[in-house]
């Protein structure tokens, strides 16, 4: 499956994105955690995953990251103008650890334009708790049995907070769980999809 190398450019910006899988696919757009790069969906399999699935998979250098230069950026509107900017309507977003200050002030700002949200574990979730109950899309909270970097009260607080969530546990991870056992991230990120387009 081809992965393109491409560039966009966000609130003045260049942003590198890796995106793979049919143009015309369901769009999820993967951000990645501080320690890691949209090289990093690649490496695991899940842009390859994703396309064979018929999705449309762009994983995000976020500034600062991976090919993506550094910029003063107001994370609380990036995310929105990245989605602009790529001209992708309705995805879902896949958010880990760190890239929760881009993903959060928008599933819970505007929902409407996502149609679901994948939380790996990010941080901030406790600084949104009176906004969570009006994330009105689907939500699927990840976390790694041994995560000890973002407490499972959070995705607690989360899957209980907003309407349609629920959880995973993925048994023996720790903190980046997607990548130390990716093929059970995968099985439960497809089967959330599936759910998103019913």
């Known amino acids: 499956m081809?992965?393109?190398?491409?560039?966009?450019?966000?609130?003045?910006?260049?942003?590198?994105?890796?995106?793979?899988?049919?143009?015309r696919g369901r769009p999820v757009v993967l951000l990645?955690?501080?320690?890691?790069q949209a090289k990093t969906w690649q490496d695991i399999g899940t842009l390859d995953t994703l396309a064979a699935a018929g999705y449309r998979a762009c994983a995000i250098d976020l500034p600062g990251?991976?090919?993506?230069?550094?910029?003063?950026?107001?994370?609380?509107?990036?995310?929105?103008t990245l989605l602009d900017a790529l001209?992708?309507?309705?995805?879902?977003?896949?958010?880990?650890?760190?890239?929760?200050?881009?993903?959060?002030?928008?599933?819970?700002?505007?929902?409407?334009?996502?149609?679901?949200?994948?939380?790996?574990?990010?941080?901030?979730?406790p600084q949104?708790?009176?906004?969570?109950?009006?994330?009105?899309?689907?939500v699927l909270a990840i976390w790694g049995e041994n995560d000890h970097v973002v407490p499972h009260a959070n995705q607690d607080l989360l899957a209980r907070s907003a309407?349609?969530?629920?959880?995973?546990?993925?048994p023996h991870a720790g903190h980046a769980a997607y990548m130390q056992d990716a093929v059970t991230f995968h099985a439960?990120?497809?089967?959330?999809?599936k759910e998103v387009e019913r």
């Open 87 to 125: 001209d992708v309507s309705k995805p879902v977003v896949v958010s880990p650890s760190m890239s929760g200050r881009y993903a959060l002030p928008l599933v819970t700002r505007q929902p409407q334009r996502l149609a679901g949200f994948v939380a790996v574990a990010p941080v901030g979730i």
């Open 2 to 23: 081809e992965i393109q190398s491409l560039w966009t450019t966000v609130a003045g910006s260049r942003v590198h994105y890796l995106a793979a899988g049919p143009a």
């Open 163 to 170: 309407p349609h969530a629920r959880k995973v546990v993925i």
């Open 65 to 80: 990251f991976g090919e993506s230069p550094p910029a003063q950026v107001n994370a609380d509107t990036w995310l929105g």
């Open 32 to 36: 990645h955690g501080a320690s890691f």
């Open 188 to 193: 439960a990120l497809l089967a959330f999809l």
């Open 128 to 138: 949104y708790k009176e906004r969570l109950s009006d994330i009105s899309v689907p």
